[in-house]
């Protein structure tokens, strides 16, 4: 399957960013989970730009559910939702023509396509691709809910600005996911947030673009999910997070800080917590031989800088065959940090239904897990 | 597909460290591929322990095929190919008993198979289970060596010690992962890994162990290569480096280092070289969009200290359920980065092999893959 | 992937018959394959439900791509078909309430998806979802049309009428599939097509329906496509047609006519034939060790009369708990022979897509395959 | 995936007749399943050639595990099992060398692997292929009979002798089954069987062979298993099935049978029985709408007669270019269905195994499913 993700709940992503819609067919729902629309807005408004720093691009960005929902619940079969395309300027886009942009897939995409790809904003690599993910990873948000696992992401690091890390502990942290969960811009220091937002605006006024670290964390893993090598969760969650436009480095725990340790200070020593199995310190970020130890699993992901910048770029004229400046227009993020953070909590969430259905099965999705163990 | 990679090619991996054998069948070969049994056995050689620096346990890895090889050539049919575990010790192991071994899969690998798993000497989680990975890697490189293509891994950092960097220029880089291939411990710097050498020497004398980073590359690649969004070449061959034991974290390019730069600094130009279209720069590691550019992929895999060390450690005893020190015996590796750079080479073959029979079906493996594009 | 068929070509069925849609994603698909509207129309009318002999429902039957095409061709990206439901009268159905239909899905859809399921008009298991199956059938088609494959198929029995049996020799096959294709009611013998519709409205006056066998052939494929075991041709295409609505039994070339026979009956010589290997006969349907030998693949369904009949049935009244009698009203086929055919068509097409697509590459599709073998 | 099946519990088949081992690989099993070698034992006891009306060719068929299993008990990782090829007569099969075997796969597989493939004894095309499937279904066997899942199948036509037909009712046909398992010749009417196994024996005397019908039942499935359309239970189960070397047609409950019937006497009405909904006929074979209604799953197959015989047959040499007396040599089944029983029953158990895992989770297998549903 090239286009899909999963194996027990399978996500199929279509669209361009100038067509009809976009959308995904969502397979693998167990039937009579409550589609809840106000929670589906909140995600797609955490994922919406807003304000100076993003694009003036503006969707509604309103989630119809072509199949597998009826008065108000999953049926249990395929469940296709789209978006339609409405706010589309393709004139902005065909402006560069034969210009390659770089650091973007206009190459990769005609070298793959053989041309026949639609070029029209990005076409089938538009950030607006992630509109879907954010919707199917919505619902998988509420059936993990239920089930006592919280997903957060924030803005670790962005244009070279520090947040505050995350709490190590459990309960903070799941108190600060749920926090962040509310927050338009994602950062637990709200400080740093300004700074970083000042430092994206200076960026866009110079025609320039910034990029950083999401963290993510998830709370609330029973011990035992994943797969050893292929189907580990380093590897699942890794593929989707590279899924994410613009990710090009993925670090599970102390990630490449483990690189200068020694064993002795790497190992994660397990200890009694009330009677129950723990790690004194979370180095490996909740996994060990790539499956979950009940330990939060912590991930961070690192974005480059936005692509599209309105500075002048050498490059290619595919047409003439000759070396030219690309001036780009239209409308950029100068930053993509604050809206992929929705795409990096909705890809966690995609990912966990797959590994809890492969090992619990789909109807585990709204009844009791802990039935099913021995 | 839980404990299988791939979709047009794939590997399904099995065995236990001491059980009868470990293996991998190999799915989707063309007819037709000629057998080399001393390039597997070269192979399987950089993987071996050797030396002081290594385990002290030392495999036949004398590989077997069970199936799909005919007269020295594959049949097309489904390949299995075994090692025989030989040289097991399994009293080493079952010492540590009922204590779990910090950094290791031992608690996890109980939630999981709640209680039923093969404890010795780390059953499915051993490193040994890397053996036929390589096996399968090695027919992979000679179907791509015979279309042109060279992967190469050197320890671009081990135990705090850098190696020099690779070269970025095309026929310079090539020529260095070839020599790469020939040494037994993969480093451009041969000073550098002396000391490195040393370093590890040093972390077992104290009965502890180091990590570092292993950088891959691959030259050779046509462009067009992977999908958008799931089947990005980010995802694949970051799903197959997380399946590696001790990985913790996998960039492409400049990777986490593109986290402070603003986008004109990270955007790799594109030119014309001789009526071609590269880039300038290769930041984005061979990749746009998830899908090779024409320019060398790089992408590097941070593999943290080795967890099995000779140094007592606090831990949790399950039958017991109390806390305990832990002291292991038995032959551990102080670092696998020597080791498991022959495992990064195999993954990165394998990924690639899966992704041209996509594209240009399975017969393109021994065929003429130019002939098959319109 | 539980509502997904293929492995290099895939389709993702969705949809409600009194849903906002039904529709399928294709991926897999090369760019650059030209979207023939008209053909897909012409498929589509195959299909649909036409005069006294069918349903009352009418659909416009426009398929709308929400992505995949672009100016007229394929891109290569998923393609998202879909089709809107405008003609429901889910009234008639809902005053079935909860009287289960013998014979249908109303029972099984419930303990399936325990009651959450949309059950007007049959739901996801309505006949209406094979509208997308045709539509992308019609893209298959042209795809294997391209190269010198043709696929018909005739209803060789309907209510116990029988029609003129298939030629076997290969030029006379393919004329009497190329008729077929052009014809609204599929028989070789107008004469007897005339008398199957008059039992078909004989049995729509009794208040009942008919049954009956569709016969599909294939000419034009080549030797050495399918996979031997779980991927025979068999096994694929047996697979897809059971996936037709009220197929009860599938059999290739003499089917379970081989059962009272001897081998030395059964068996087909070779021969030569211009130089090329053939057989004599054709008993085994093209097919030997589930791969194709290059004579016709030919196979037979039969399907079940339509389950929905006026005449008063006893059932279940699953609200009372008690016996009750049910009397359908509403718009339902006496006979769905004549539009399965189209079915049959398509899934014979989507299987064989996926099939050379495996052998050859995505690229095939487009290009030329025999440049592709060694 | 070619040559594997499933989704939640895949098999991987691997093997050559005369290559060094046959096996497959289970993935998806879940931890703590006893493995019973009597009851694998038993039935491999079942498929072995026996007496006079079986080849000469006598296996140890000793099963052995790779993999996945450890005191006694599976562990949840794949299980790799195997069996040595000993009894292995090359020479027979080289004897027919270029001359190609009408009926079997001689043609197809060298088209398809292009001249590579192994051609002693039939190599992965073999009958002995089998061996494995019946390993592994003989786990999935036990795995359904825990949760009271019976099946059993019988010759219900041999060489045109007939049956006496399987009992309608549940408890008598559950009997039926069990009593089948039990017997070496799997039928009800042992004069029926003695005649059978005559008609066998004048076959093989005449150097001939023959085939006929086998139907095999399932008894205790719950209602609401499978999916409509690609994953419908007669998509699953026929695809396996026509995964059984010999097998050409595949029907459930009336099958072709219901060609020239109306839908009033081939609706299945419902009824009330002890409270729970059931079907008053069974002619849909347990399945509406493709999945299950809590009815008997029954099913048919063909099997053509087996292709090896010794009288003389018309074919091509393929080293010469002409036309040659074929006169086969070797060891042969004059009927394989007394067999292929064993197969069936195997291939049953592996598709209800993967449905039910799909539904509950792997850890449905060791566990209790009533617990999981809502």
Redesign the interface.
Known sequence: ?????G??F???????SH?????A?L??L???IAINPEFIAHEMDKRRAAGAISTARQEADEV?????V??G????????L?LRNANTHSKDYTRTGHL?R????D???S????????PRGG???SGR?TAPIVAAGAICRQILAAHGITIGSHLA?C??INDTPLPTTEPELTETLTQLNTRQFAVINKAAGQEMQQAILA?KQ?Q??????LETAITGL???????????V???L???F??I?A??????????G???????????????QN?Q?K??TN???G????????MPVVLRA????????A?P????N?AT???QVLQLHGRHDPCVLHRARAVADAMAAIGLVDLF????????Q???AP????
């Open positions: 399957m090239k286009n899909t993700f194996t027990a399978t996500v199929t992503l279509f669209g361009e067509g009809p819609a976009v959308g067919v397979d693998g167990a039937p009579g119809e559910f072509l199949s597998g009826y008065n619940f999953t049926t249990g079969t395929p469940l296709c789209t390659l770089p650091g973007h897939a190459y990769t995409a070298q793959k396509y053989l041309g026949f790809e639609d076409g089938h690599f691709l690091q244009a070279g960026a110079d320039d673009s910034v990029g950083g670290l029973p011990a035992g999910l994943g797969e050893p090598f292929f189907g580990s380093e590897s699942v890794s593929a989707l590279f899924s436009p990710v090009k480095g993925v670090e599970f725990g102390l990630g490449f483990f690189a200068p340790l020694r064993g002795s200070d790497a190992n994660d020593p397990f200890v009694l009677g199995i790690t004194q180095h490996n970020g996994l060990n031989g790539g499956i979950t130890n009940g690192v974005l480059k800088p936005t692509p599209s910048i500075k770029q050498n490059t290619v595919v065959g000759t070396q259905s492969q090992r619990y099965g789909t109807l585990w709204t009844g009791g039935h099913c163990t021995v």
